[in-house]
């Protein structure tokens, strides 16, 4: 029987259980020592300090590093192309900034020039159906209109 065929209580699963499988234990064993001679015995120093104190001890000899091997001379074209891509990322970067600015400056001036249209657009229109009456300005009446220095006669 298929483990999907068996009967079993509704709501209940089928679990299976897993047992860990232990590790074998790690053993530390530390390193064998090898006691290794020196092939003289060195020799002991002793130094007297100024304050009239005694120091003693082994004398040791400077480690010298070895020589550090010639790097190849770079060539001056390999320097001024590096030097002209670092030119030319500097220049490409301001221009970067250069036309930002413009088109902000552009926006800038298109900003007050709408600006400038409704001021003066407003005052007009003020100007127009203001009801002010004939201070200083003139009635027409097109159709029996008799022109006399800045009057309209109907």
């Known amino acids: 029987m298929h483990p999907e065929q068996t009967p079993r209580v509704p709501g209940q699963r089928a679990v299976k259980v897993h047992q860990p499988t ?3 234990p790690v053993v530390d064993a530390p390193a064998p020592v090898v006691p290794v001679q020196p092939g003289t015995v060195p020799t002991v120093a002793s130094i007297v300090l100024p304050d009239g104190r005694v120091v003693t001890g082994y004398a040791i000899n400077p480690m010298h ?3 550090l091997t ?3 001379a770079v060539s001056r074209a390999a320097v ?3 030097l002209g891509g670092v030119g030319f990322l500097a220049v490409c970067g301001g221009l970067l900034l250069l036309t930002t ?3 902000a400056l552009a926006a800038f001036v298109h900003q ?5 249209a409704v001021i003066f657009g407003g005052w007009i229109a003020v100007q127009v159906f203001s009801a002010s009456g004939h201070r200083g300005g003139t009635t027409v009446h097109i159709r029996k209109a008799v ?3 800045n009057h ?3």
């Open 147 to 149: 022109i006399k220095r």
């Open 112 to 116: 007050l020039v709408i600006l400038a």
């Open 70 to 72: 010639a790097k190849p």
């Open 65 to 67: 590093p070895e020589p």
């Open 80 to 82: 001024n192309v590096a």
């Open 22 to 24: 232990p590790f074998p």
């Open 152 to 154: 309209f006669h109907g």
């Open 101 to 103: 600015f413009i088109a």
